[in-house]
């Protein structure tokens, strides 16, 4: 396909054509190709600035096909094996004209309105940065100002307006490593203004022995399925049911080397101006862990920029699912999202299987922060652990409430909360709470920390901004629940802990405002 911007000799645009590619074998194994295979629709050239609506590229040569649709085998999904691995993010040629554009089954993944992708497996390895090919171990790269996109299907999508579904796909032993927008399918979702909206659906889909990771100074971020979402548009992420485990074995990782915007999301990455929709996961052996990273968490790294835009997760069982934010540093870490600033609902999630929810300042086993309005319905945590050795803010469902949360019909069991202002719904609450039909089963809740520092069973503290604070619940149930301080030693085993009381602890709340209005029964 020729691109929409080629001319004629006599200067008359040749427009791009739709394609529909049909794969009727079972595997196709690119990997004696190595880097001869550079990814379908590659360019080099001066790439389009991600944020910016100047699409005119005038250094650029371009070998796009527009898609209309794919479809693989019908029978068994065909198989693409990569073997990808391509050493440098900078230059082509010493001009400093031409340079990598990204790597993928697709560089750049131009789509039609309505496109579908329908029947594929990727697998193997899609590689960008310096590192020697022998060693799986992350390394530091020399980050180039050239964003570059990584992931197993494309690159990125690029100026494409409408909806795209993937049907049928799935990812499968395959690592993919390296870039400023890294992703198991895709690397980003480039969008430039809300007039021009990239939708991308996944349905019926699943995730097996993947690894997305990368290093960089202080800027990008990682998915299991969509590094980066600022495509205006939805991400949808959806199956028919839960019944069976379509992810197993996920690692997502972003090493930053100072803290800066970077993040990690086990299945979506940072998304601005973006809505995202998951519903009907089952999620068994997820690990995300983000160094120095603005925003990790479980399934959506973080939700920023532009209101009017929700996010919905819903129908999904966590098994195992470890978030791990380990340098002492501000960033918001979360099961499920890591923060948010526009609404977001959770309904019919379960957490469980010893599920590990590990952070730093803003932690919590399903939001890290909460800077727009939440409601969590429906939802329950058995055998996790919630946990910042020593930041504010830690809570069972959420780190940092500014707005208003809503709990109904949720349940914990056999779940501990370790921090500082910590809580078993909440860790602190600038916003008000409405809660009914909420059950506590063998939870504890505790500081290292006495003095000043909080603990209650719904929320430590709303004293934080002295603002006055509504808390009102009803049909509240504990049972062998504990609140308070514990030491060093019985940190590490809080179930088995010894927890003594402390003046700043409160069963329910460890402290509450004057002026502040709360309503338990």
């Not at 992810?247 to 809505?275: H, M, P, Q, R, W």
């Not at 995202?276 to 479980?298: C, L, S």
């Not at 921090?419 to 916003?431: E, F, P, Q, S």
């Not at 409405?434 to 004293?463: C, E, H």
Request: with cysteine; charged share 20%.
């Amino acid at each position: 396909g020729k691109s929409s911007d080629t001319k004629t000799a006599t200067n008359i645009p040749v427009k791009n054509i739709p394609v529909n590619l049909t794969f009727s074998v079972e595997s196709i194994d690119m990997t004696a190709y190595g880097n001869g295979f550079r990814g379908i629709g590659c360019s080099y050239g001066e790439n389009k600035v991600v944020w910016n609506n100047d699409c005119s590229i005038p250094k650029v040569y371009r070998r796009n096909l527009l898609i209309k649709n794919i479809s693989g085998n019908e029978k068994n999904a065909t198989k693409i094996i990569l073997d990808m691995n391509q050493n440098e993010y900078g230059i082509e040629y010493t001009d400093g004209s031409w340079r990598n554009q990204g790597a993928g089954v697709f560089v750049d993944f131009h789509f039609t309105k309505e496109c579908s992708v329908s029947n594929l497996a990727i697998s193997g390895k899609v590689k960008i940065g310096l590192f020697n090919k022998t060693d799986s171990n992350l390394c530091h790269v020399e980050e180039s100002e050239n964003k570059t996109g990584v992931g197993g299907f494309a690159a990125r999508t690029a100026n494409s307006a409408g909806k795209v579904t993937f049907k049928d796909f799935s990812l499968k032993n395959i690592n993919v490593y390296g870039g400023t927008m890294t992703g198991g399918a895709i690397g980003y979702i480039d969008g430039y203004n809300s007039n021009s909206k990239r939708n991308v659906t996944f349905d019926n889909w699943s995730i097996v022995n993947v690894n997305v990771s990368k290093w960089v100074q202080n800027d990008g971020s990682s998915g299991g399925l969509v590094g980066w979402n600022v495509g205006y548009g939805t991400l949808e992420i959806k199956r028919d049911s839960n019944e069976d485990v379509n992810i197993e074995n996920l690692k997502v990782t972003t090493i930053s080397d100072k803290y800066g915007t970077a993040a990690a999301g086990g299945l979506a990455g940072a998304c601005d101006f973006s809505g995202v929709n998951i519903e009907n996961v089952n999620a068994k052996n997820v690990m995300v862990t983000g160094e120095k990273v603005r925003d990790v968490a479980g399934l959506i790294a973080g939700k920023r920029n532009g209101t009017n835009i929700n996010i919905n997760v819903s129908s999904c069982v966590l098994h195992s699912i470890e978030v791990n934010n380990p340098k002492k540093t501000t960033g918001y870490t979360g099961g499920i999202i890591g923060y948010h600033d526009s609404s977001l609902a959770i309904s019919g999630v379960t957490m469980d299987c010893n599920s590990k929810i590990n952070g730093q300042q803003y932690t919590g086993g399903f939001v890290g922060q909460s800077n727009a309005n939440v409601q969590i319905m429906n939802c329950s945590e058995r055998d996790t652990y919630v946990k910042s050795d020593t930041q504010n803010w830690v809570g069972g469902f959420i780190g940092h409430l500014y707005k208003t949360a809503t709990f109904q019909n949720c349940q914990q069991e056999n779940v501990t909360v370790l921090g500082r202002y910590v809580g078993g719904l909440i860790g602190a609450a600038d916003g008000n709470i409405q809660a009914s039909n909420v059950a506590f089963a063998n939870v504890v809740v505790a500081t290292k920390q006495s003095g000043t520092r909080n603990a209650g069973l719904v929320t430590g503290s709303t004293y934080i901004n002295k603002k006055n604070i509504s808390v009102k619940g009803y049909n509240f149930l504990a049972q062998s629940c504990k609140v308070g301080l514990v030491d060093e030693k019985g940190a590490n085993d809080l179930l088995k802990a010894d927890i003594k009381a402390m003046d700043t602890a409160g069963f329910w709340i460890g402290i509450s405002g004057p002026n502040d209005n709360i309503n338990l029964t």
